[in-house]
């Protein structure tokens, strides 16, 4: 707990996926996606609770069975809608600031989460992330933001693009997009690793963390990882994939109206 808040990470996780149905269910070693990221996740000193925001789909009972062998809280929520299952989700542990994060980036880094969590609490912020300005690896993708920001967006957002990706309402009305409801800064990188990629969305996906993995271990650094990819490419064949390729196909739906 910081400065007396209460910091919950919410991490979203479910079964249906069009690329890479059951993803987070796949093996790494002795782990599965999930669980490798709900180890990572509990490294980070600044959260006070994890929680795996999942839903109601046929065998989600193996996403549970997984959160609970860890130890880690879960709430089910609405599938496609996943702003309210953040916002009932949050409102039920009670936080003060959400750390949002998805458990399809297994090798998210709990000290690069600590440093988000810190400049936005620190800046007094009511949203904080290392994604306004994409420098980080793909994979590496950190949100904070006030309950009472979530709370704004989920009394009124009304789009299905919004309610599908819980923080487009934010930081399209947030000073760092021109507006005035939210203050908002981008936790920077000095250095451009926007086409480093260790996400998973497709099956060359999961081969390049089954080798990060196999190589550097489960406790590596974001750095170690992306140092990793760049000094063996040949090795790495996911690098060309569009980056956010499930966000921009659902923001073009929106636009288009259909």
Not at 1 to 21: D, F, V, Y
Not at 225 to 230: G, K
Request: some cysteine; charged content about 25%.
């Amino acid at each position: 707990m910081k400065n007396g808040l209460n910091i919950i990470a919410l991490t979203q996780a479910r079964m249906g996926s069009s690329r890479l149905p059951s993803k987070v269910l796949k093996p790494v070693g002795n782990e599965t996606i999930l669980s490798l990221h709900l180890n990572r996740l509990r490294q980070a000193t600044l959260i006070d609770q994890i929680v795996v925001a999942t839903t109601h789909e046929e065998d989600v009972e193996r996403i549970i069975a997984i959160a609970e062998e860890s130890g880690t809280a879960y709430f089910q929520g609405d599938t496609l809608n996943v702003l309210d299952r953040f916002y009932q989700a949050a409102k039920l542990y009670k936080a003060d600031y959400i750390a949002r994060v998805t458990s399809d980036c297994p090798l998210i880094d709990p000290k690069l989460i600590d440093q988000v969590i810190a400049f936005t609490i620190d800046r007094k912020l009511d949203y904080g992330s290392n994604m306004l300005i994409e420098n980080y690896p793909d994979g590496q993708d950190i949100e904070v933001f006030t309950f009472k920001a979530l709370e704004k967006a989920h009394q009124s957002a009304q789009l299905d693009f919004e309610k599908e990706h819980v923080t487009p309402y934010i930081v399209n009305r947030s000073t760092f997009k021109g507006g005035n409801q939210f203050k908002a800064e981008n936790f920077p990188s000095s250095i451009d690793y926007s086409d480093v990629r260790m996400t998973v969305d497709e099956p060359n996906d999961y081969l390049t963390i089954k080798i990060l993995v196999k190589e550097l271990g489960a406790d590596a650094s974001w750095s170690e990882y992306t140092q990793h990819i760049l000094n063996y490419p040949a090795k790495f064949s996911n690098q060309k994939i569009t980056r956010n390729e499930g966000y921009l196909n659902s923001l073009k739906k929106e636009q288009s109206g259909k």
